[in-house]
Structure formats: structure tokens, C-alpha cells
């Protein structure tokens, strides 16, 4: 008679089929996924840093226009050395053409893109710095790509106006 903690014979059998080649199906049906989210994540990434780097350009160029004098030269010769401080402080990652600068009285206008601060009617006398620029990014996984337009924005009070 037969042990009854015995096992049966078919039950000690190995199987038929194996599971060593399930973990290679698996990886291959991961690693897409797996690469996509990654890609994805370093490109946001590298878009997230050149949106910081553009911020911190047109900050630079509002500071440097608001201590800037405008002297005897036209307007137009100001905004152009602005401009180019923005350029030059992007590390040329910003093209010329996309920079806005403007040099306004606070009117309620939308200059550049940009309205004025609240309170800036307060103060009709005072000048006010207006700086924008835009730059492409590129976000990609692997079948799609996003390219959203990056905005850095700023208004500075012009300082040669309070005495």
C-alpha cells in the first residue's frame, strides 16, 4: 500500500513545456516601453533646460535694458543692443528675429506679447522695459514627437527714469 504523503507519479513529472524562454519574450515586449519612456524623459528633459536657459536670457536682457541709458541715439539702436545681450546671453540658442524688445511708457499696451504690470499706471512718467523671446523644442518618444514653442517673458522699470 502506498504512503498516503506520497505523491502520485504523474505529479512528479516535469512538465512538458518549459518557462525558459517566457523571460526573453517578456524583456522583448518591455524594452519598447521601456526606451520610449526614456527617450521621453531626456528630451523633456533637454526642453525643461532650454526653457530655463531662455528665461534667464531675457532676464539678463531686461536688466541690462534697464540700466541701458537711451542717450541722443534713436530708440531702435537701444532695443538692438538689447536684443542682442539676449542672443549673446542664450549662447546664441536664440535667433535675433525672435526677440522682442521694447522701450514703452505704461499705456496699458500689450507690447511683445506682454502687459503691463499692475500698478504701472501709477507711474505714467517711468519707462518700462518690455523683453520676450521664443524658441522650438523638440519632445520625442518613438512614435510621436511634440514641438512646443518655449516663451520667456519679462517687463523691468527702466532706471534712468527714477532719478
Same mark, same amino acid.
Given at each position: ?21 517566457? &523571460? ?11 526606451? +520610449? ?28 535694458? @534697464? ?8 530708440? $531702435? $539702436? ?10 549673446? +546671453? ?6 535675433? +528675429?525672435?526677440?522682442? %524688445? ?8 500689450? #507690447? ?12 505714467? @512718467? %517711468?519707462?518700462? &522695459? ?18 512646443? &514653442? ?10 534712468? #527714469?527714477?532719478?
Amino acid at each position: 500500500m502506498a504512503d498516503a504523503y506520497e505523491m502520485p507519479s504523474s505529479a512528479r513529472r516535469q512538465p512538458l513545456r518549459t518557462e525558459r524562454g517566457s &523571460v526573453f519574450l517578456e524583456f522583448a515586449m518591455v524594452l519598447p516601453l521601456f526606451m +520610449a519612456l526614456v527617450l521621453g524623459i531626456y528630451t523633456g528633459g533637454l526642453a525643461y533646460t532650454n526653457k530655463i536657459s531662455l528665461v534667464e536670457a531675457v532676464r539678463e536682457g531686461a536688466r541690462y535694458g @534697464a540700466s541701458l541709458p537711451v542717450g541722443a541715439d534713436p530708440v $531702435t $539702436t537701444w532695443e538692438t543692443g538689447v536684443r542682442n545681450r539676449v542672443v549673446s +546671453a542664450s549662447g546664441g540658442e536664440v535667433a535675433f +528675429a525672435d526677440v522682442c %524688445v521694447k522701450f514703452v511708457l505704461p499705456t496699458g499696451g500689450s #507690447d511683445c506679447g506682454i502687459t503691463d504690470p499692475p500698478g504701472a499706471s501709477n507711474e505714467p @512718467a %517711468v519707462h518700462l &522695459v518690455k523683453v520676450s523671446a521664443t524658441k522650438q523644442a523638440k519632445i520625442e518618444f518613438f512614435f510621436y514627437t511634440s514641438q512646443p &514653442v518655449l516663451r520667456g517673458q519679462i517687463v523691468a522699470r527702466f532706471e534712468r #527714469d527714477t532719478g
